[in-house]
């Protein structure tokens, strides 16, 4: 079965410090791939997406995510974080099947040091 | 409208009353989805609608669940016999089948509290 799987629940760094959130999915084919932030109270937001082409892809906000399918991982990354992206970050896979269901992870929660 | 807009914001009921959560997708999204976040949980799958086609109701936890999709907008989300372990957040969530646009725009979500 499809799933997405971040290792990491609780992630904590000082501001202006880099960021790398892990995410590891596991599907048959090329999968399309998503990094959603959730700010407390509030919706999702799609940071940036995969689909094809570029392994490295450009979002939001200054964030990054690379897809790398031989280790089956789209981390997203950002070089100096500020306390307002304190949030919570979903990875999701879609794709499957031919519908456009996505599978999210469970999330990691991002919490910023001043 | 200019994005996906869900009502009420927040719902307390009592166990056993039924609930109607409302969604209203982005205007020309053709795809709209339901999900629910439990506290401290990701996101579980519950319905899907796509255009004309049979809804895939797979998500949905039991049959007190359903929700309908009227001329192709505006979606309702029932929960009937509400039980303490339905509160969470459902979220709404609407798509284009455009691949360029291809991603879910979300909604606040309704906070759902059954006591």
């Known amino acids: 079965a499809q799933s997405v799987t971040q290792p990491d629940i609780h992630i904590t760094v000082s501001e202006g410090a880099s960021l790398e959130l892990r995410c590891n999915y596991s599907?048959?084919?090329?999968?399309?791939l998503f990094w959603y932030v959730q700010s407390p109270g509030q919706g999702l937001q799609l940071l940036l997406k995969y689909f094809s082409g570029d392994t490295l892809v450009q979002g939001i906000k200054g964030f990054e995510a690379e897809f790398k399918r031989s280790q089956s991982s789209f981390n997203l990354r950002k070089p100096s974080v500020h306390w307002s992206d304190a949030a919570e970050y979903f990875c999701a896979v879609g794709g499957i099947q031919g519908a456009q269901k996505l599978v999210f992870g469970q999330g990691t929660r991002l919490t910023i040091n001043p | 409208g200019a994005g996906v807009s869900q009502s009420p914001s927040n719902k307390v009921t009592e166990k056993g009353k039924d609930v109607e959560l409302r969604c209203d997708p982005i205007s020309g999204h053709t795809a709209l989805y339901w999900y629910r976040q439990s506290l401290g949980q990701g996101l579980e799958f519950l319905i899907y609608?796509?255009?004309?086609?049979?809804?895939?109701k797979s998500g949905l936890p039991s049959d007190r669940f359903s929700a309908e999709r009227t001329g192709g907008s505006v979606s309702t989300l029932t929960i009937q016999r509400t039980q303490q372990e339905d509160s969470a957040v459902y979220l709404c969530?609407?798509?284009?089948?455009?691949?360029?646009?291809?991603?879910?725009?979300f909604g606040s979500g309704t906070r759902l509290t059954v006591v």
């Open positions: 609608f796509q255009g004309n086609s049979a809804p895939d």
């Open positions: 599907y048959g084919a090329t999968p399309y």
């Open positions: 969530a609407s798509s284009s089948r455009t691949e360029a646009n291809y991603g879910y725009t």
